[in-house]
């Protein structure tokens, strides 16, 4: 079965300061977006992308599109008013032959393509649902409404979830036509009682979400 990214580049720019949506912010000259895309396309199991844009920006995610090396493979639709309506408009625009899907943020835009290749290889070893993460560093403590700690979860069970986030198409249909909203598409899959596997994350699939953020994007690339 084929592979296709929704790719989700409708979020706006506001903690990052921007006058425009934060995955059409330059990085090193070129839009958060283009980057993403070029390391979707850069796992060799990748054959489809789906760029969910602004409907202020649909023009230029077509010219991101249009500059892939793969425009036929590329398609832009209009994102909706959360995150999960944007990629509900992405999984409308998947290809029949599309099975395994993985939802990306664009604003993620150094996820190397290497993570790509190992989230498609564990839906294909059998897991629905697959997810990255990385272990948590600091004590993190649950409280009330009052701010007041009701608990301190065992940090060795705790990891930092990341995107891409990888499904076979069927689950995520199903678990999107609840109608529900989320923070990412692995809680919807986890409402309806599906199982999700987290493997090992990347450091560089980190979210750009502030100016500090995008600067240290910068050097990295410098160094690269």
Do not use: C, N, W
């Amino acid at each position: 079965m084929s592979v296709a990214v929704v790719l989700v580049a409708a979020g706006q720019g506001t903690r990052l300061g921007a006058s425009q949506p934060k995955a059409f912010v330059t990085l090193a000259g070129r839009p958060l977006l283009e980057h993403a895309v070029e390391r979707a396309f850069g796992a060799p199991e990748i054959s489809h992308i789906v760029i969910v844009a602004p409907a202020s920006h649909l023009r230029e995610a077509g010219a991101v599109a249009s500059r892939s090396g793969r425009p036929g493979d590329v398609d832009v639709v209009t994102g909706g008013a959360e995150r999960t309506d944007s990629v509900a408009a992405g999984l409308a625009a998947l290809r029949a032959e599309d099975g395994i899907i993985l939802v990306h943020d664009a604003a993620r835009a150094l996820a190397p393509s290497a993570l790509f290749s190992r989230l498609v290889h564990e839906v294909r070893s059998g897991h629905p649902a697959v997810v990255p993460g990385l272990p948590v560093t600091d004590t993190i403590k649950q409280i009330d409404r009052r701010g007041v700690v009701v608990a301190t979860p065992d940090r060795a069970f705790l990891r930092a979830v990341q995107t891409p986030q990888a499904f076979l198409r069927e689950v995520l249909e199903h678990a999107h036509a609840t109608g529900a909203a989320a923070t990412d598409d692995a809680a919807l899959v986890e409402a309806v009682g599906g199982h999700v596997r987290v493997v090992e994350g990347e450091p560089l699939a980190f979210k750009i979400t502030t100016a500090d953020d995008l600067a240290f994007a910068e050097r990295h690339l410098g160094d690269a």
